[in-house]
């Protein structure tokens, strides 16, 4: 069984993902540190040496070639912006949307540029999350509303879906 992870940034990918892995029993990867591992550079350098279309092209080949067993899989923000990607991990895995407010994601972003955030200049956190909800809704099997919630909250409710 895998898990994957989907959301905007600063949803709480990763640090969900690494605790659920914990409850389950499960094995945890991240795929930013994947392509930061494969390419020798952090996300944010990757963007600005090769264009958000290098970037986004280097994301898909790494989570396209993702082949893993009993783990779960936070991904970067951006990779449903591969159809190919997404339908790899789908094939692979259980999608869950962690589903973050938009003013809670505006409240914990800081510098999009250094995190590796892929937003086209002029745009805000605003337009970049109405740009992309609807297709973590389209890909997703589960969604997990995080509003209100505390990190063992999310966690918990996703433990008992895949318990």
Do not use: W
Not at 111 to 116: A, F, I, T
Request: aromatic share 6%.
């Amino acid at each position: 069984m895998n898990i994957v992870l989907i959301g905007m940034p600063t949803c709480g990918k990763s640090t969900v993902g690494v605790v659920l892995a914990k409850m389950l029993g499960l094995d945890f990867v991240d795929t930013d540190i994947l392509i930061q591992n494969k390419y020798g550079a952090k996300l944010n350098k990757l963007i600005e040496d090769n264009g958000t279309d290098g970037f986004l092209a280097m994301e898909e080949s790494v989570i396209s070639s993702v082949e893993l067993t009993d783990t779960v899989i936070a991904t970067g923000g951006s990779a449903v912006y591969s159809d190919k990607a997404i339908k790899h991990l789908k094939q692979i895995a259980k999608v869950v949307y962690l589903d973050v407010p938009l003013t809670d994601i505006e409240n914990r972003m800081t510098d999009l540029r250094e995190r590796g955030v892929i937003i086209e200049e002029g745009k805000t956190i605003g337009d970049l999350y109405l740009e992309r909800e609807p297709l973590y809704q389209k890909y997703a099997d589960f969604t997990v509303s995080e509003k209100g919630r505390s990190l063992e909250d999310t966690v918990e409710e996703l433990v008992k879906l895949f318990s």
